[in-house]
């Protein structure tokens, strides 16, 4: 019983937290996605971290530096202690920075030739990191295989040193969407 109410009152504080701070949405145009995204904050000053990372057009740099296989640009982008973790083909890999560089740095690992996005959500956490989830859906040859499937991303930008950074980036081949996607027909 004991269990029973605290986890009641647990509930109704949490309920109430809530309602102080309810989360609010603003739509920011980004690379890759026609629909854009989702940023979630709950407060002036998350809004302010969403602002300052959209107006930095940092996700258009990258887009571009990915599709183009700008080691130089990727370079400045990630950070040195980034954590990369992908599936290609059912394979996994576990990247630090220069094994990011090097499959995406040239054209003989990893070529990018298009990639789309939605339901893309951006969460800030704190003063200085934003993470964005969705699906995406790529078209690109991985040492020299060709390959074209949905995945589920999460990516994390911080800005260290006053500049924005990847930080973390972990997606998964998955063989469907999250429901009511718009990228089924690009298969």
């Known amino acids: 019983m004991k269990s029973g109410v605290c986890s009641l009152v647990l509930v109704a504080a949490a309920v109430a937290a809530s309602a102080q701070h309810p989360v609010q949405t603003k739509h920011y145009a980004i690379a890759g996605a026609p629909e854009g995204?989702?940023?979630?904050?709950d407060s002036l000053r998350q809004l302010k971290v969403l602002d300052d990372f959209d107006q930095s057009h940092f996700l258009e740099?990258?887009?571009?530096?990915?599709?183009?296989?700008?080691?130089?640009?990727?370079?400045g982008m990630i950070s040195d202690r980034v954590i990369w973790v992908a599936e290609r083909f059912g394979k996994g890999e576990?990247?630090?920075?220069?094994?990011?560089?090097?499959?995406?740095?040239?054209?003989?690992?990893?070529?990018?030739?298009?990639?789309?996005?939605?339901?893309?959500?951006?969460r800030v956490f704190?003063?200085?990191?934003?993470m964005m989830?969705?699906?995406?859906?790529?078209i690109l040859s991985y040492q020299k295989a060709a390959s074209q499937s949905n995945?589920?991303?999460?990516?994390?930008?911080?800005?260290?040193g006053g500049r924005w950074q990847c930080t973390?980036?972990?997606?998964?081949?998955?063989?469907?969407?999250?429901?009511?996607?718009?990228?089924?027909?690009?298969?």
Request: no cysteine; charged share 25%.
């Open 37 to 41: 995204a989702t940023g979630e904050y």
């Open 61 to 75: 740099r990258f887009d571009h530096a990915l599709l183009n296989n700008d080691r130089t640009a990727l370079d």
């Open 94 to 122: 576990d990247l630090d920075k220069e094994g990011v560089l090097a499959s995406f740095g040239s054209k003989e690992k990893v070529k990018v030739s298009s990639h789309t996005r939605d339901h893309v959500l951006l």
């Open 126 to 130: 704190g003063d200085n990191t934003v």
């Open 133 to 138: 989830t969705g699906n995406s859906t790529s």
């Open 151 to 160: 995945r589920l991303f999460a990516t994390v930008y911080m800005k260290i």
């Open 168 to 187: 973390m980036h972990t997606i998964m081949d998955y063989n469907g969407l999250l429901p009511g996607s718009h990228l089924a027909g690009s298969r």
